[in-house]
């Protein structure tokens, strides 16, 4: 005894549950000490809150023994580390997860149940850090995920906003938006590392120090007007059933830490005080915009400030680790999350160049083998680029190597299409049509190695249309890596009885080769897995309802079908195109009390952008559209509409796995992948979509025959578009279209307003530019199919089965691997875990 002994390895599979401290005995132990010595409380008067502290603490220190193992070993390894950039991680609720990645589920229920808690009500009191937007910024949380549980050294790198994403409440039918104050009791996940920071510069101007002898630029100093300081704040991520925790650091501004002294000596308190209150300004607020440009002054900060501090972290490791920088490329790949933080092209060169005193060639050669970009939007005012005198305001430094790496760039061009001046002025970093832009996106594919679209259509596109010139320059750096997600936050930990289900009929495997659901296929044929089947979706619906009630004060039948529509709201996928159906679908139950069709309840959710107005209007129209049906009695078990408020990550998790249709019917050519159609996939919905991003997958993995196909395809888009499309012309040919666009204009909905909707549907009849009228016929066609394949509950199991059985391919894992493989060539590095108990540490 006494004596240190040598750490020993514990395989995962047979471990000893309580001396790893994973058992129920542990958990309570654990779980006690924390209550006590962290949240300094006793049992008897703890709040729910101080709990749940309780229990992620305990998790946490679970994670952490990991950590330590894990970053010792990438140490002592000199692994090659994967650095996902981003300006979102929309992370969701962590104690969940982590219970699940851990394997402890179960006995965590357990344990607080011997406690007297109940751990649905534990997980219940987290907030969830509302780290994003949408899509963007969850699937770089699913990639963490993925990243993980393959055991890939890999470092996510992001903001850590002091308010999220907006609470959306419903106020008097409207959009109300109230503060996103996740970090009011701090988060029990974030550990701050005031040791790991970095003063970034902002603003000022360069100078130009020339050597005596001859004009050669020697030394370009930047003299900032102001600096701020960022430090690290770090999140562990738990793969499943590994011992990999990867790191998520989050930078957060705070004022550098020499205070203005000659302002505050001066007398001028205020003016020195000022400099901290402006600096922590920089990452207090996460921008609500999705797929638009706000363009404004503190947004490019914010992206040059964690960019900054993400490329100075990975050097000082480097240095750390080797005496130069001449191999940085080799030891850290970088994916850049869209273009957000694509200024990091520039900061590197700025940091090889100014700060290390690299000649440019090198420092080039280094940052196009770093970073590889990938492009999550079709939307023109999504591809972001920044007033030209607002830049070099902000960046003084790297507006100049922007231009000259524009200038080199631009040499290449010229010798590959001599003359061509059209070519030039499309391609060049700087738009110079009229008021002058940086373009971000042009900036990110000339200093990558590789860039890939999200889904296979999309990344065709981005060839045939937003990039086709650089896909013309250098066609071997595009390619295509189609969007996945993580199955373990939405299958296993959202649908615990489907999950079970499958494990008794399956095996356990799944979680981890998603492709082994295909051994469900023979299944969809057996009459009693179906009436199985019926009776889990049923209680996943019940379980809604009962959210419905508590959220939106409405009462749902699980007995109908759940129409479902969450996602952000915007006009290119069409939530009003949905609406329609459901005016449709009423006028026609009005006019005829005996139709024969499938009772529905039509479920939206969604934020819109504060400042977009149209999407606002559209959410208007849902909740006019819901009052009004719900107050009718003849539409009684046969037609509702809910508007399910504040949807996010959490609420996600309820609403996935009791949907039975999924609604993806954006216009063909505009959705760049989706990932919600992939979790409502796994859930057992069958989709109802036009062929736009992943649904095209998902219709080539289920099969036609399982899928709600309409609309026009991308092509026809397009020739309808260059025909010149005219909306009324569908308005004034098809009647029952005007009855339903009439219905609108009228103001049936609104208490007799008819102004409340004339920008709507103005704007329908006049633009359309989403085409919503031109796919209007096709679309109730096929919600009619819908209908009649639900009625029919034992062909609709089978679908649903089958949908599940081939969803394997939408496996964040998947996508994963295929990065790893294809972009990064990274390895995987099994972490052993040692048993802390040896007293190694
Ligand atoms: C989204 C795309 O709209 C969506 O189709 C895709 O699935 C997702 O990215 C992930 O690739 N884009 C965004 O969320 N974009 C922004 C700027 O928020």
Request: glycine content about 6%; overall charge negative.
């Amino acid at each position: 005894a006494g004596a240190r002994s040598a750490p020993v390895a514990v395989p995962l599979v047979g471990r000893d549950d309580e001396r790893m401290g994973l058992g129920v005995e542990a958990l309570k132990r654990a779980f006690l000490d924390r209550l006590v010595y962290s949240q300094a409380r006793f049992p008897e008067v703890a709040t729910r809150r101080d709990c749940f502290q309780a229990l992620a603490l305990a998790v946490r220190d679970r994670l952490l023994q990991r950590w330590v193992q894990t970053a010792r070993t990438y140490r002592d390894k000199g692994s090659r580390t994967v650095c996902y950039m981003s300006a979102e991680f929309l992370i969701g609720p962590q104690l969940g997860n982590n219970l699940i990645n851990l394997g402890i589920f179960d006995n965590a229920r357990q344990a607080m149940a011997e406690l007297g808690l109940d751990l649905d009500m534990l997980l219940d009191q987290e907030e969830e850090p509302g780290l994003g937007n949408g899509g963007l910024g969850r699937l770089a949380a699913c990639y963490l995920d993925s990243l993980a549980t393959l055991e890939i050294p890999a470092i996510g790198y992001g903001i850590r906003y002091e308010f999220g994403i907006f609470t959306q409440a419903i106020r008097d039918g409207w959009q109300a938006e109230l503060t996103d104050k996740w970090l009011r009791s701090g988060s029990p996940w974030l550990i701050h590392r005031p040791n790991v920071a970095f003063d970034i510069k902002i603003g000022g101007h360069t100078e130009h120090q020339y050597e005596a002898s001859a004009s050669r630029r020697l030394r370009v100093q930047w003299v900032p007007a102001k600096v701020v300081r960022g430090t690290a704040w770090d999140m562990p991520v738990l793969g499943y059933g590994v011992n990999t925790p990867n790191r998520l650091r989050l930078w957060s501004a705070e004022a550098p830490e020499e205070f203005d002294f000659a302002a505050f000596n001066a007398g001028n308190y205020y003016q020195a005080v000022d400099a901290e209150v402006l600096s922590e300004t920089l990452t207090k607020v996460l921008y609500p915009n999705d797929e638009m440009e706000a363009g404004q002054t503190l947004r490019l900060e914010q992206q040059y400030f964690f960019v900054a501090c993400s490329l100075r972290d990975m050097i000082r490791l480097q240095l750390q680790r080797e005496a130069d920088l001449s191999r940085f490329h080799e030891k850290f790949v970088v994916q850049l999350n869209d273009t957000h933080p694509s200024i990091a092209v520039a900061e590197l060169m700025h940091l090889l160049v100014d700060d290390y005193e690299m000649l440019w060639d090198e420092a080039w050669s280094i940052t196009q083998r770093t970073f590889a970009y990938t492009n999550h939007t079709l939307l023109p005012e999504a591809l972001e680029k920044w007033p030209l005198r607002l830049f070099q305001k902000t960046l003084p430094r790297h507006y100049e190597i922007i231009c000259e790496i524009n200038e080199r760039f631009l040499d290449e061009v010229r010798i590959r299409f001599p003359g061509d001046e059209a070519v030039l002025r499309r391609m060049s970093l700087i738009d110079e049509d009229g008021a002058r832009y940086i373009r971000m996106a042009h900036l990110a594919v000339v200093g990558s190695f590789a860039v890939n679209g999200v889904a296979a259509l999309h990344s065709e596109l981005v060839k045939s249309d937003i990039l086709k010139d650089f896909y013309e320059l250098w066609p071997e750096k595009f390619r295509n890596k189609t969007n996945g997600v993580t199955p373990r936050r939405f299958v296993l930990l959202a649908n615990p009885t489907m999950s079970q289900l499958i494990d008794e009929t399956i095996g356990k495997g799944w979680v981890t080769d998603m492709m082994r659901l295909r051994e469900l296929e023979p299944y969809a044929d057996d009459p009693a897995f179906r009436e199985k089947w019926r009776g889990i979706k049923r209680g996943n619906k019940e379980h809604l309802v009962r959210e419905i009630k508590r959220v939106a004060h409405a009462d749902a039948d699980p007995a109908s079908m759940f129409d479902v529509q969450v996602k952000r709201i915007h006009e290119y996928k069409r939530q009003h195109l949905n609406l329609l159906h459901v005016i449709s679908l009423y006028k026609r139950l009005k006019d005829n009390p005996n139709l024969v069709v499938a009772p529905r309840t039509v479920i939206f959710g969604g934020k819109a952008a504060p400042g977009y107005r149209m999407a606002k209007l559209m959410i208007r129209l849902a909740t006019a559209v819901a009052d009004i049906v719900g107050r009718d009695p003849a539409m009684h078990g046969r037609l509702q509409v809910v508007f399910f408020p504040n949807y996010n990550v959490k609420s996600g998790q309820s609403i996935f796995p009791a949907a039975d249709l999924s609604e993806q019917i954006s216009l063909a050519g505009k959705e760049a992948s989706g990932t919600g159609n992939m979790k409502f996939q796994m859930n057992g919905a069958l989709t109802i979509g036009t062929l736009d991003g992943a649904n095209v997958e998902i219709l080539e993995q289920v099969g036609e025959e399982n899928f709600f196909l309409f609309g026009m395809n991308t092509p026809e888009v397009k020739e309808l578009r260059r025909c010149g499309y005219r909306p009324r012309d569908y308005y004034e040919a098809n009647p029952h279209l005007r009855e339903v666009i009439d219905l609108i204009g009228s103001g049936f909905f609104t208490r007799g307003d008819r102004d409340v909707f004339r920008p709507l549907v103005d704007h329908l009849l006049n633009h359309d530019e989403y085409m919503l009228l031109a796919d209007f016929q096709s679309y109730i066609d096929c919600q009619e199919k819908v209908s009649e394949a639900y009625i029919d509950y034992e062909r609709w199991s089978r679908m649903s089965i089958l949908n599940v059985a081939r969803s394997g391919f939408f496996s964040s894992d998947r996508a994963i691997k295929e990065y790893c493989t294809d972009i990064w060539r990274v390895e995987p590095v099994r972490i052993e875990l040692t048993d802390l108990s040896e007293d190694d540490l």
